[in-house]
């Protein structure tokens, strides 16, 4: 079995260097946790060099989206090479909170294609806004998907794309509105279950899917033993004691 996952989204946080500083000091006491997992933060741009220096020997670079262009002059890009040499070996794409400023299913399997050309990992994020009481909210996933990874090839994908269930209702919440581990389960079942009618259950098998809304310290316990290949993180990513507690959570 491959090592968990753990992705830190730092999203636009935290406000200054020196609050960088202190969470890497705070998880670097837990280096050798870090090391037992795939680990990975995704901090705002500005970041990108202390980050890279502080979690260098436990961690790597993740990036919170890629662009969609390759080639050209672009003012206010950062391009996929930039990142790549900066030690990115991920990337979060098709985040809700990107969705939300209108970014497309279409947008987001070019974007996956561009990292698995550049040999970044693609973390697709996939989460519906409202649990329908008839399970509509299974179709939206299928369709997220479905409409995401269009346009690639099975043989590009496998064992290399990885998949982040969040559902955005519980997304920045508290670790008592996440979602019920029953429901987790339940997902990462369908969302095999999507993988192997659109690809073959060697892919549907071979693709590490993760959960991300709301993880803290006091539910990771209740959540990480039900097909859950690792994590997502965003508010308990931001102070170091949160995290290290999730991290050793993860390898007991
Ligand atoms: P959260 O964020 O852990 O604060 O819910 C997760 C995410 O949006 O990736």
Same mark, same amino acid.
């Given at each position: 079995?491959?090592?968990?996952?753990?992705?830190?989204?730092?999203?636009?946080? /935290?406000?200054?260097?020196?609050?960088?500083?202190?969470?890497?000091?705070?998880?670097?006491?837990?280096?050798?946790?870090?090391?037992?997992?795939?680990?990975?933060?995704? /901090?705002?741009?500005?970041?990108?060099?202390?980050?890279?220096?502080?979690?260098?020997?436990?961690?790597?670079?993740?990036?919170?989206?890629? /662009?969609?262009?390759?080639?050209?002059?672009?003012?206010?890009?950062?391009?996929?090479?930039?990142?790549?040499?900066?030690?990115?070996?991920?990337?979060?794409?098709?985040?809700?909170?990107?969705?939300?400023? @209108?970014?497309?299913?279409?947008?987001?399997?070019?974007?996956?294609?561009?990292?698995?050309?550049?040999?970044?990992?693609?973390?697709?994020?996939?989460?519906?806004?409202?649990?329908?009481?008839?399970?509509?909210?299974?179709?939206?996933?299928?369709?997220?998907?479905?409409?995401?990874?269009? @346009?690639?090839?099975?043989?590009?994908?496998?064992?290399?794309?990885?998949?982040?269930?969040?559902?955005?209702?519980?997304?920045?919440?508290?670790?008592?509105?996440?979602?019920? /581990?029953?429901?987790?389960?339940?997902?990462?079942?369908?969302?095999?279950?999507?993988?192997?009618?659109?690809?073959?259950?060697?892919?549907?098998?071979?693709?590490?899917?993760?959960?991300?809304?709301?993880?803290?310290?006091?539910?990771?316990?209740?959540?990480?033993?039900?097909?859950?290949?690792?994590?997502?993180?965003?508010?308990?990513?931001?102070?170091?004691?949160?995290?290290?507690?999730?991290?050793?959570?993860?390898?007991?």
């Amino acid at each position: 079995m491959s090592k968990k996952i753990l992705v830190a989204n730092w999203k636009n946080h /935290p406000e200054s260097l020196d609050e960088v500083k202190v969470i890497l000091k705070g998880l670097s006491r837990k280096s050798a946790v870090y090391k037992k997992l795939n680990f990975f933060i995704a /901090p705002p741009l500005s970041y990108l060099e202390s980050v890279s220096k502080g979690i260098k020997s436990f961690g790597s670079l993740a990036s919170q989206d890629i /662009p969609t262009v390759i080639e050209g002059t672009h003012t206010g890009i950062v391009s996929v090479n930039i990142l790549k040499n900066f030690g990115t070996r991920l990337s979060i794409i098709g985040h809700s909170e990107r969705r939300a400023m @209108g970014e497309t299913n279409k947008e987001i399997s070019l974007k996956i294609k561009i990292a698995l050309k550049s040999g970044i990992i693609p973390l697709l994020c996939v989460g519906e806004l409202v649990r329908g009481k008839e399970g509509e909210h299974f179709e939206f996933i299928r369709e997220q998907i479905r409409l995401s990874l269009e @346009g690639i090839k099975k043989a590009d994908l496998y064992k290399k794309v990885v998949i982040a269930y969040e559902p955005i209702w519980a997304i920045g919440k508290s670790a008592k509105e996440a979602i019920e /581990p029953k429901d987790l389960e339940q997902m990462i079942i369908f969302i095999k279950k999507v993988l192997t009618d659109l690809f073959g259950r060697d892919l549907a098998e071979n693709t590490m899917i993760l959960y991300g809304g709301s993880v803290e310290a006091t539910n990771i316990g209740s959540i990480m033993d039900v097909g859950v290949d690792g994590f997502l993180v965003g508010h308990a990513s931001l102070e170091a004691g949160s995290l290290n507690s999730i991290a050793s959570s993860l390898i007991s």
